[in-house]
């Protein structure tokens, strides 16, 4: 929302240049387009979504990345290219960046266990995201890659949590359980022992138009690349909280 028209230079506009540069240069190879579930969303009661759910992006990037899946289709569609769509839900690993609320909330859990931190700001608690490991979906990625055939896949555990519940295990790693008090902006989370408040809500991370709930359908990817989400929410967050409690960043502080 901050930087839309770079969004949409690099992330539509960047893709057909791509496309056309294989176009043009007539190169033997197979092209992957990393879309996303934010291109979804905008409908409530669409979810499950899957690869014939009706788009309705909510930002400048899933417009943007809405623009990206189509000219990848009319490409593939009009110029006999090998080019397929992966539309990823929200997948995670210790290298997310520091921008994205997952690796927030694992890292200021790890800064405040080190008293490096008082407390965490966040938005939405209840926004609800289909949350899987990186590892696995990369995996995707290169299946869709590996198909006779180019097609278009949503990559999903086909499971959703909220960002109260991401925040909740996180804190758990570490010890401390959260309790809630208060609603809507004036809700907190306090750490049960101590009664310490550890989580604070502040507006200025509320999206203009949020996407209340993302939960993707993979069955395709099941049936086709046979390909499915392993790895576990809890075991996700664990290795995340862990590696930043590990990181060499803190240990000089």
């Not at 899957?50 to 899933?62: L, R, W």
């Not at 990625?141 to 990559?155: A, G, S, T």
Request: charged share 30%; proline share 4%.
């Amino acid at each position: 929302f901050e930087v839309p028209e770079y969004t949409a230079e690099v992330t539509g506009i960047g893709t057909v240049r791509l496309l056309d540069a294989i176009r043009d240069s007539k190169i033997d190879c197979r092209f992957y387009q990393a879309s996303t579930s934010e291109l979804f969303g905008g409908i409530p009661g669409s979810e499950p979504q899957n690869e014939n759910t009706p788009f309705y992006p909510k930002s400048p990037y899933g417009a943007a990345k809405l623009y990206s899946y189509w000219v990848t289709k009319n490409y593939r569609e009009s110029y006999d290219m090998h080019a397929s769509n992966g539309i990823l839900f929200n997948h995670e690993s210790p290298r997310r960046g520091e921008t994205f609320v997952t690796k927030k909330i694992t890292k200021a859990v790890a800064k405040i266990s080190k008293g490096l931190q008082k407390e965490l700001l966040l938005g939405n608690l209840d926004a609800k995201r289909d949350w899987g490991h990186a590892k696995e979906f990369v995996e995707a990625m290169w299946l869709i890659n590996q198909q006779k055939e180019p097609d278009d896949y949503v990559i999903a555990t086909g499971k959703t949590y909220t960002v109260r519940m991401f925040v909740e295990l996180a804190f758990s790693e570490v010890g401390i359980e959260i309790i809630w008090e208060g609603e809507g902006e004036s809700e907190v989370g306090k750490d049960k022992k101590s009664n310490k408040k550890l989580v604070r809500i502040d507006k200025k991370y509320f999206r203009p138009s949020e996407v209340e709930v993302l939960l993707g359908d993979p069955s395709k990817a099941q049936k086709k690349l046979g390909w499915e989400a392993k790895i576990s929410l809890q075991e996700l967050v664990s290795e995340m909280v862990n590696y930043d409690l590990q990181h060499d960043s803190y240990h000089s502080a």
